[in-house]
């Protein structure tokens, strides 16, 4: 059997790293049962995942390698070292709205020493999540952005500016001679029934606030198709930034309605102004207002054609798909303590049935594909 992988992820004990060490660890899984069987392929490398993070995961993720540490440490570079790393999927961020030293320490300056460390210990590769906010809400924005659209994210949501920072890093040290890969995916607004998003945010809401006059394309992906994705790049050799945005681009308006929510308009002026005040204030803006009025006001739709050709990845999960969904766990939300409510639900057993059935197939070609190849 070829020699192990050692793969490390950063901020393992959030929902994206809890989430992509245990799909990770469970292909791996699989992959041993199936060449015990005698139906896999002898001598593929296995792997060995290390979690890192200030605090361990809520729940045991079995096979993991958990290590309580700050990759802000100065001997982070050692570990990596010691520990013979080739692969750093880097996931420990803290999405806050207003602006902070603590947070530009944490998310900016801790990637850049993520970065140098991966450089200074010989790791081979090492993947980063960010955000198609980047490239910001302008009224002059094309209807697709590329991954060479300039960066002209918010400046006052403080996890945008954050990402802005990092991806202007980023585009510096790639620019440099490196023998290590550097990939970057960028995601749009991410809904799913375990995430904690600001778009979840914003359509949980009782009353969910659109500018008037405006209804701007909007871009969503499913947090699965998320995992699914970084799990991907970090399993192949996949350097490069990329739009990964599910199939289907929708009005706010249809949005709003497919999720099965009831828009309020809102006069801009009044909708900008209050929230200044609020900002001054120091209130808990991200409550009402989760994502910028900017973002609720211009279209930033990204190009996702490196993502199919480049990058060969395509999500399973389509925007209506992904808003249905969510409508259909609002329902079952609702529903609980009522069984013969869900009992009665047609439309939501369909859909699951017919999700379910598409998953499969789809997975059954994927196989079939590998075994042909």
Known sequence: MSEEKVILITGVASIWGERVASRLLAQSRMRIDSVEAGDGHDGEAGIHVIGVDVEPPAEEIEGLDFIQVDVRNPLFSELLKSEKVDIVCHLNFDHKYYRSEKAFDFNVLGTMKVIGACSEAG?????????TAVYGAHPGNPAFLTEQHPLRGSKTYGYTRDMVEIASFCNGYCSQP?????????????????????????????????????????????????????????????????NVAADGVLPLQRLIGLAGKISMPVIHPIAYIGTDVMSGARLPLERIAPIEWDYLR?????????????????????????????????????????????????EYLRFIIESRSRIREQEMNENEDVDNE
């Open 123 to 131: 790791v081979k590769k090492i993947i980063l999540k960010s955000s």
């Open 298 to 346: 211009y279209t930033w739709v990204a190009d996702v054609t490196r993502m199919h050709d480049e990058m060969d990845f395509s999500p399973k999960y389509t925007a209506l798909e992904i808003l249905r969904e969510f409508n259909s766990v609002q329902k079952i939300n609702r529903y609980k303590g009522d069984t013969m409510k869900l009992y009665s639900d047609d």
């Open 178 to 242: 490196t023998e290590m890969g550097l990939t970057i995916l960028r995601f749009p607004s991410i809904i799913g029934p375990s995430a904690d998003t600001p778009m979840m945010r914003y359509l949980n809401q009782r009353a969910v606030p659109k500018l008037m006059g405006f209804d701007p394309m909007m871009q969503i992906i499913h947090e699965s198709d998320v995992v699914e994705a970084l799990v991907k790049t970090i399993e192949e050799d996949i350097p490069g930034v990329y």
